[in-house]
């Protein structure tokens, strides 16, 4: 488990609340407080370096510390400016984060706001800011914000005290699959999924608003048990219909069962539609109310914004994604994976197709990206190194299949070793990169 410290800086009715850069490795584009992971140096010094301010374990105050400096160029030690220190919340970070975070939040209340200057490696924005206004922002889709981040400024804005006993857990009762909110509007249920390793959950997304009504995304548990704790959080929402972003299983699975039991339509592009009757046969779809949706189509009216579908080929030739038309968010199914890496397999993937669609998206450029599998991240810059990655990926299958190498000598000088059950998807990769070349070109 790793240790972590969040710092929250408040002067009178203001917080100190930064934005992460679009190219780190966690949390992208994030708005969130100062802090960082507790490192192997912050447990060599054993003199505490905040006496008399607050006492606690020694690594974690020597992280709060060496963070404050490198983050916002500040020295802890040296201030006269501190008017307490205290530690108001320790949490977890949920089980679907693959590095999971043992996180200590303090509180510094100072006498006067400082000018920090902050380092642009880590952070491109930040600013003193009211809870209630930051908030806003994140009611109005312009904030991407953790849960413990967003409980801490709601207790903030409403002059709650702040103390230890500050709830920021994600606990959901064991009946109900959890639940988190990166963005207003936007839910992100959290069922374990039949879906390829290493991820363990499909995403499954309830959009909408309570006035209009909802509708539900890719629901799709692994078996009974997690279909009745999703089938129970569904009912805290009054469900219009079903979106299916593609064929594939982990993205469907039990969706018939769920729209016949709840008496709503399904949704789904009309390739969708062929490839789930092509693989699984006529009577899957058999008595369920099926509607098709086209590219461009406006698929819920939230009042202020509007949700429309919009084809994503490559992955799957069907698969379509969900965007507001402001573009302040965009569901992008399997165009990547947070967790993982994309298969592009025949015969509904097309590796020309998916290098257009990354191409198509990354200049939009919506505000922040989802996948099925993972967070949500801030900005395309990940999309970015993908589409990057990708090229030289297959720049490199070009120039050893040249060289006369067979598709398993390709395999082992392009991945690398690879455990065995991986090599089947990788060496799908391979051809459909092969087919691209043929018919193509590189790039």
């Not at 999703?230 to 069962?257: S, Y």
């Not at 461009?296 to 994604?321: N, R």
């Not at 990769?429 to 092969?434: D, G, K, V």
Request: charged share 25%; hydrophobic share 40%; glycine share 6%.
């Amino acid at each position: 488990m790793i240790q972590a410290v969040s710092i929250v800086f408040r002067h009178k009715e203001e917080v100190y609340l930064i934005k992460r850069q679009e190219n780190l490795r966690d949390f992208p584009g994030y708005s969130a407080f100062v802090g960082g992971k507790v490192e192997k140096e912050d447990f060599k010094e054993s003199i505490n370096p905040l006496f008399p301010y607050i006492e606690d374990q020694i690594e974690l105050l020597n992280c709060l510390v060496r963070e404050v400096k490198e983050e916002v160029l500040y020295d802890l030690t040296h201030s006269q400016n501190i008017l307490s220190i205290k530690k108001i919340a320790t949490t977890y970070s949920p089980q679907f984060i693959p590095k999971r975070m043992h996180i200590s939040y303090f509180l510094i209340e100072l006498k006067e706001k400082v000018d920090f200057k902050f380092s642009p490696h880590e952070i491109v924005q930040a600013q003193w800011i009211n809870p209630i206004l930051a908030m806003k922002q994140w009611e109005n889709c312009e904030r991407l914000m953790v849960p413990p981040t967003q409980k801490i400024l709601k207790a903030m804005g409403s002059h709650q005290a702040i103390d230890y006993c500050l709830d920021l857990s994600l606990s959901s009762p064991e009946d109900k699959t959890p639940i988190v909110g990166p963005l207003n509007g936007l839910f992100q249920i959290l069922p374990f999924s039949n879906t390829l390793p290493p991820a363990e959950i499909t995403n499954c997304f309830v959009l909408g608003t309570e006035k209009n009504g909802y509708f539900v995304v890719d629901p799709s548990p692994r078996d009974e048990f997690e279909y009745l704790k999703l089938k129970k959080r569904l009912h805290d929402f009054k469900l219009n219909f079903i979106f299916i972003t593609h064929h594939h299983p982990d993205h469907h699975e039990r969706a018939v069962q769920l729209s016949k039991e709840l008496n709503i339509p399904i949704k789904m592009s009309n390739l969708t539609k062929k490839w789930i009757v092509e693989k699984f046969g006529e009577d899957y779809l058999k008595n369920s109310q099926l509607k098709t949706i086209i590219d461009g189509e406006i698929l819920f009216d939230c009042v202020d914004y509007k949700l429309l579908a919009m084809s994503i080929p490559g992955h799957d030739s069907g698969q379509m994604a969900i965007h507001r038309d402001d573009f302040k968010w965009m569901i992008v199914g399997d165009l990547f994976q947070g967790i993982g890496s994309v298969v592009i397999a025949n015969p509904e993937g097309d590796m020309n197709m998916y290098f257009r669609t990354l191409e198509k998206i990354i200049k939009i450029s919506p505000n922040v990206i989802i996948p099925s599998h993972g967070i949500a991240l801030g900005g395309v810059h990940y999309l970015k190194n993908l589409l990057k990655h990708r090229l030289e990926r297959e720049k490199k299958i070009y120039e050893t299949q040249k060289d006369g190498n067979s598709l398993e000598e390709i395999l082992e000088i392009v991945y690398g070793p690879l455990p065995q059950a991986l090599k089947p998807y990788a060496m799908k990769n391979i051809i459909t990169h092969l087919e691209k070349i043929k018919k193509h070109g590189i790039g």
